[in-house]
């Protein structure tokens, strides 16, 4: 500068000069590649990965935690085409854009997991790092060069980012700037999008932890003053990303995608302590502020689904519940399959629950935790079974009677193993007892009557066979799914029946010979019962 002075034609070429050459440097900073990604690629590779995936998804729908797909949940394949056949365009986007990299698939690494050991950084970048850095230094430029870095590739978490397939338009300014769009979406439902965001998000979380470790671990001269804010501004850009996806979900209402949420709730929740490790000073207060609304959005969503599940089996249903119960007969009712589902799949969360439901009202107005969500589903059930149960007084009360032992007793093991204390529990196995007696008092105990003293005794026996074909063949397709239930319902029947023929047998022993069923057939067509569409039926 002084050889030079600024105001000179030599000045300003010189300035000309040094600019040209910073922005080559910087664009040579651009181009290293810091950071080894290689190590990450799957087993058998790119297909096996997206493969794995898609078999994860699968799963998750397979499990507790689809109950939402009972009514009518969508169940498309993750990024497959309708002949089920994954679609090669898809396995060329899933490439990271600029660099070449490939997604990490799940069966990389486990949820639980990212392995230290792997070493990431790149050794041959070190010493370009601390010349690019002397040179800036010395030419007063450390200004231009934090700008460059959030624009800094990154193969590692690119990698895991490349899971949710993309397109990100890059701003200057992180938090307020970039664009997201979806490659393939039209093949995505909600569902896998937010299983491919939770993956990536644990493992983004994970690796930043231990990139942070291991570039502090090296001694890169003249770029050691500059590897907090590196590491820094790729964890601010990445996780932004990541935040903006999450908050795109905070406007769902359905209670079909209330666990998908759900998960993504607890997983942005917990992955915080990772993400704004790396964040120093104003970014990351900045950071755990946006978090900390997002979090309040989805909780704000999660409990307007949580409120449209408990409406649901408030009103008992869709429109077309009444058109269903019909068909139902007694065995155990969706609407109460439904109800269970959510309580058996919502359990694990109760944690995150009782965050969520701490404030609430309207519809869930007193459900200020999962205790009480638990008591209000099965509060909400029991009178629509009621209710329910009145549509098969036609054939008799018997078939009430059934139909709530059925549902009381689904309720009381499925849903009595997670929450209702021992009163609780005393109170529906009374109830089932209590239907257990009025089903046989009302459907068998006609039966017997047939047998009443005073007629001809083979006159009697021929209306006691004529009301036992009736009430066999209409009772004998019922389905009790519950093996102590079928066997007290049937030891029951039997005790009633069977007690009861055979002693009249004994006092007309002239009709031995005569008589359709010994005691022990007739025991035999008792284990016929409520064995549902399988049962055999081989006894008239």
Same mark, same amino acid.
């Given at each position: 500068?002084?050889?030079?002075?600024?105001?000179?034609?030599?000045?300003?070429?010189?300035?000309?000069?040094?600019?040209?050459?910073?922005?080559?440097?910087?664009?040579?900073?651009?181009?290293?590649?810091?950071?080894?990604?290689?190590?990450?690629?799957?087993?058998?590779?790119?297909?096996?990965?997206?493969?794995?995936?898609?078999?994860?998804?699968?799963?998750?729908?397979?499990?507790?935690?689809?109950?939402?797909?009972?009514?009518g949940g969508s169940t498309a394949s993750t990024v497959r085409t309708s002949t089920g056949e994954l679609s090669s365009r898809t396995v060329d986007v899933l490439y990271?854009?600029?660099?070449?990299?490939?997604?990490?698939?799940?069966?990389?690494?486990?949820?639980?997991?990212?392995?230290?050991?792997?070493?990431?950084?790149?050794?041959?970048?070190?010493?370009?790092?601390?010349?690019?850095?002397?040179?800036?230094?010395?030419?007063?430029?450390?200004?231009?060069?934090?700008?460059?870095?959030?624009?800094?590739?990154?193969?590692?978490?690119?990698?895991?980012?490349?899971?949710?397939?993309?397109?990100?338009?890059?701003?200057?300014?992180?938090?307020?700037?970039?664009?997201?769009?979806?490659?393939?979406?039209?093949w995505w439902t909600a569902e896998d999008m937010i299983r491919r965001w939770i993956l990536a998000t644990k493992l983004v979380e994970k690796a930043l932890v231990t990139?942070?470790?291991?570039?502090?671990?090296?001694?890169?001269?003249?770029?050691?003053?500059?590897?907090?804010?590196?590491?820094?501004?790729?964890?601010?850009?990445?996780?932004?990303?990541?935040?903006?996806?999450?908050?795109?979900?905070?406007?769902?209402?359905?209670?079909?995608?209330?666990?998908?949420?759900?998960?993504?709730?607890?997983?942005?929740?917990?992955?915080?302590?990772?993400?704004?490790?790396?964040?120093?000073?104003?970014?990351?207060?900045?950071?755990?502020?946006?978090?900390?609304?997002?979090?309040?959005?989805?909780?704000?969503?999660?409990?307007?689904?949580?409120?449209?599940?408990?409406?649901?089996?408030?009103?008992?249903?869709s429109s077309g519940t009444q058109g269903e119960t019909r068909g139902v007969g007694a065995g155990v009712h969706p609407l109460t399959r439904y109800a269970v589902s959510?309580?058996?799949?919502?359990?694990?969360?109760?944690?995150?629950?009782?965050?969520?439901?701490?404030?609430?009202?309207?519809?869930?107005?007193?459900?200020?935790?999962?205790?009480?969500?638990?008591?209000?589903?099965?509060?909400?059930?029991?009178?629509?079974?009621?209710?329910?149960?009145?549509?098969?007084?036609?054939?008799?009360?018997?078939?009430?009677?059934?139909?709530?032992?059925?549902?009381?007793?689904?309720?009381?093991?499925?849903?009595?193993?997670?929450?209702?204390?021992?009163?609780?529990?005393?109170?529906?196995?009374?109830?089932?007892?209590?239907?257990?007696?009025?089903?046989?008092?009302?459907?068998?105990?006609?039966?017997?009557?047939?047998?009443?003293?005073?007629?001809?005794?083979?006159?009697?026996?021929?209306?006691?066979? !004529? $009301? %036992?074909? #009736? =009430?066999? /063949?209409?009772? *004998?397709?019922?389905?009790?799914?519950?093996?102590? &239930?079928? !066997? $007290? %319902?049937? #030891? =029951?029947? /039997?005790?009633? *029946?069977?007690?009861?023929?055979?002693?009249?047998? &004994?006092?007309?022993?002239?009709?031995?010979?005569?008589?359709?069923?010994?005691?022990?057939?007739?025991?035999?067509?008792?284990?016929?019962?409520?064995?549902?569409?399988?049962?055999?039926?081989?006894?008239?």
């Open positions: 500068m002084h050889a030079f002075p600024m105001a000179s034609p030599a000045g300003r070429r010189m300035d000309g000069a040094l600019r040209a050459a910073m922005s080559c440097l910087m664009e040579e900073f651009l181009s290293l590649r810091v950071w080894d990604g290689s190590q990450l690629e799957g087993r058998s590779g790119l297909r096996f990965a997206i493969d794995k995936l898609s078999v994860s998804v699968a799963a998750a729908r397979g499990a507790s935690s689809s109950f939402a797909f009972l009514t990271a854009s600029g660099s070449g990299s490939q997604p990490a698939g799940p069966d990389v690494f486990s949820d639980e997991e990212f392995p230290d050991e792997l070493d990431l950084i790149c050794p041959a970048s070190l010493s370009v790092l601390h010349e690019i850095s002397l040179r800036v230094i010395r030419a007063g430029y450390t200004k231009e060069l934090l700008h460059t870095f959030a624009d800094a590739p990154c193969e590692v978490l690119d990698r895991f980012l490349s899971i949710l397939q993309l397109q990100v338009g890059c701003s200057p300014e992180a938090e307020t700037g970039e664009s997201i769009s979806y490659e393939n979406a039209e990139m942070q470790t291991q570039l502090h671990a090296q001694s890169n001269g003249a770029f050691d003053r500059f590897k907090n804010d590196y590491i820094m501004a790729m964890a601010k850009r990445r996780s932004y990303i990541l935040l903006r996806f999450a908050d795109g979900f905070t406007s769902t209402r359905s209670p079909e995608k209330l666990m998908y949420v759900l998960e993504m709730y607890e997983v942005l929740g917990s992955a915080v302590p990772g993400l704004v490790l790396v964040l120093t000073g104003q970014h990351k207060e900045l950071f755990s502020r946006q978090v900390e609304v997002v979090l309040a959005k989805l909780a704000r969503a999660l409990r307007a689904m949580i409120g449209g599940a408990v409406t649901k089996v408030r009103a008992g249903g959510c309580i058996e799949s919502l359990a694990p969360h109760r944690g995150a629950l009782d965050v969520i439901l701490a404030s609430t009202g309207g519809i869930l107005e007193g459900v200020n935790s999962f205790g009480d969500l638990f008591s209000e589903l099965v509060a909400s059930l029991e009178p629509k079974l009621e209710e329910i149960s009145t549509l098969r007084g036609e054939e008799g009360g018997g078939l009430r009677h059934l139909f709530l032992a059925n549902n009381t007793s689904f309720v009381l093991i499925r849903a009595g193993a997670i929450g209702g204390d021992d009163e609780w529990a005393a109170c529906r196995r009374s109830r089932v007892e209590q239907h257990v007696a009025g089903y046989v008092e009302a459907s068998w105990a006609p039966v017997v009557a047939c047998l009443e003293a005073g007629k001809p005794a083979t006159k009697a026996l021929a209306k006691f066979n !004529a $009301a %036992l074909d #009736k =009430a066999y /063949s209409g009772h *004998v397709r019922c389905e009790v799914s519950d093996p102590e &239930l079928r !066997a $007290a %319902l049937r #030891k =029951a029947v /039997s005790e009633n *029946v069977v007690g009861a023929y055979g002693a009249y047998l &004994l006092e007309h022993p002239k009709l031995g010979r005569s008589a359709r069923h010994t005691p022990d057939t007739l025991a035999g067509l008792v284990s016929d019962l409520f064995e549902g569409e399988d049962a055999s039926g081989n006894h008239s």
